[in-house]
C-alpha cells in the first residue's frame, strides 16, 4: 500500500536534483514480450515534468536484446555470441527509435550513450562520461544509456551489470546523483512474505530478504540490487527499488510517497575520486596481516609495505588494487605507487629497508590513505 509522503522519506528526497533511473527488461515490455510504447511515453512525461521542476533525470535502459528479439521475430534468445551480438544491434536502434518517439511528443531530444565496463575503469573516459551527461542536459536533452552489448562480450556471457542495476550505479556514481531509481517489475525488496519492506537502514540486515529467482526477460535479480545499493548508499546517496508500473511513479516517489524500498544513505558524501576508485575493476590484489587490516580500517592509516604478506596480478604503479586480509576478506580499495613485482620485493619490509632497496624509487606507502578507499 502507498500512502501519504513520511518524514524519513522527505528528509532523504526533498533536496533531490539529479537522479538516475533504471528501468529493466521486464518493466519495459508488454505480456507478448515487446516493448511496451504506451509506458514509454508516460516515462517520458513524468521525466518532462521532473524536469520542469528543476530535477535532471538520466536513465539507463535495459532492453536492447528484447526488442531485437521482437524486431527479427525470434522466439528466444540465442546462445551464439555472434547472434546474440547481432540481436543487441538491431534491438538498440529500435530501442532508441521507441524513446525518441516517447519524448517527441514534449519536444525533448534522446541522446544514447553506450557503455562497456572499460569505458568505468579508464579514468579518462570515466570523466569524459561525466562531461558528456552533462552537457546533454545543459543542451535540453535526456540522456539515455545502455551497456554497450553489440562489443561488450564478457558482459553477454557472464552477467557483471546485473540487467544494468550495477550500470545505473557507476552512472550514479560518476554523476554523483542524489538519487538512483531502480524500476522493476515489484515493489522494492521483498520480505519473506512477499510484502515490501519499505525502508533499508543497514544493508547486513537486508540480505536476508534476497530471493534467488528472476524474472524471464530479466537477468538481474535482486543480490544486483543489493550491490547497487551498497555502492551508492556507502557514497552517501540514497537508492530506491519500486515498481515502474505504478501510476506516476517517479513524481511519488520524489514527493516522498511511500512507494517501494528506501535505502538510507551513509552520512558521509564520498569524493568523485573515491567514487572512482571504488568503482573500478581492480588489476590485482594486496594482501595484508591483521594488524595493518585495523591499521586502515580503525585508525585511517596507510598502507606501508611491513603489512604485505602476499600479492596477485600484474598492476603497474597507479592501477587500482583491491586490498584484503590474510584470509582474503575484502579491507580496501586503492591506487598503489607500486608495480606488483616492486610489491612482492618490499612485502613486509621495514622503511629503512625498503629506501636501501629503492633509493629514489622508494615511496613510505604501498597504498596513501589519500588514496584509499574503505569497505
Known amino acids: 500500500m502507498s500512502g501519504p509522503p513520511n518524514s524519513i522519506r522527505i528528509q532523504h528526497l526533498a533536496a533531490v536534483r539529479t537522479a538516475v533511473v533504471k528501468l529493466g527488461t521486464q518493466v519495459l515490455s508488454d505480456r507478448h514480450g515487446q516493448l511496451d510504447l504506451a509506458f514509454l511515453g508516460e516515462i517520458a512525461a513524468q521525466v518532462a515534468a521532473l524536469r520542469a521542476s528543476g530535477v535532471r533525470i538520466t536513465l539507463v535502459s535495459s532492453g536492447a536484446i528484447g526488442a531485437g ?182 513524481r511519488r516517489l520524489l514527493a516522498g510517497e511511500e512507494l517501494g524500498t528506501l535505502f538510507v544513505p551513509a552520512t558521509r558524501k564520498l569524493s568523485s575520486r573515491s567514487r572512482w576508485i571504488g568503482s573500478v575493476r581492480p588489476a590485482g590484489t594486496i594482501y595484508v ?23 596477485e596480478g600484474d598492476f603497474a604503479r597507479g592501477d587500482v588494487v583491491a586490498i584484503c586480509s590474510a584470509g582474503g576478506s575484502s579491507v580496501a580499495r586503492g591506487l598503489s605507487n607500486y608495480s606488483a613485482a616492486d610489491v612482492e620485493r618490499i612485502r613486509g619490509k621495514r622503511t629503512a629497508d625498503v629506501r636501501a632497496l629503492l633509493a629514489e624509487a622508494a615511496y613510505d606507502e604501498v597504498v596513501h590513505r589519500d588514496n584509499l578507499v574503505i569497505g
Open 69 to 250: 528479439l521482437g524486431e527479427l521475430k525470434l522466439a528466444r534468445r540465442p546462445t551464439d555470441l555472434g547472434q546474440l551480438q547481432a540481436v543487441a544491434a538491431v534491438g538498440q536502434r529500435r530501442l532508441m527509435d521507441a524513446w525518441a518517439a516517447a519524448f517527441a511528443p514534449i519536444q525533448l531530444a534522446v541522446a544514447q550513450i553506450l557503455l562497456t565496463r572499460e569505458d568505468i575503469d579508464d579514468r579518462t573516459r570515466y570523466l569524459n562520461l561525466r562531461n558528456t551527461i552533462g552537457a546533454v542536459h545543459e543542451l535540453g536533452g535526456v540522456p539515455i544509456i545502455n551497456e554497450n552489448d553489440t562489443i561488450s562480450t564478457d558482459e553477454l556471457v557472464r552477467i557483471s551489470f546485473g540487467d544494468n542495476d550495477l550500470l545505473a550505479a557507476l552512472v550514479a556514481h560518476a554523476l554523483r546523483a542524489d538519487l538512483l531509481v531502480l524500476l522493476s517489475s515489484v515493489d522494492g525488496i521483498l520480505d519473506a512474505e512477499g510484502r515490501p519492506v519499505r525502508l533499508i537502514e543497514k544493508l547486513d540486515g537486508a540480505r536476508e530478504f534476497v530471493r534467488a529467482e528472476k524474472t524471464a526477460l530479466g537477468k538481474g535479480g535482486f543480490s544486483s540490487k543489493l550491490e547497487a545499493a551498497r555502492m551508492v548508499t556507502e557514497s552517501g546517496e540514497a537508492m530506491i527499488v519500486a515498481d515502474g508500473r505504478t501510476e506516476n511513479v517517479l
Open 289 to 311: 596481516d591483521d594488524g595493518a587490516a585495523r591499521a586502515l580500517t580503525e585508525k585511517n592509516k596507510s598502507l606501508l609495505p611491513a603489512g604485505v604478506v602476499r600479492v
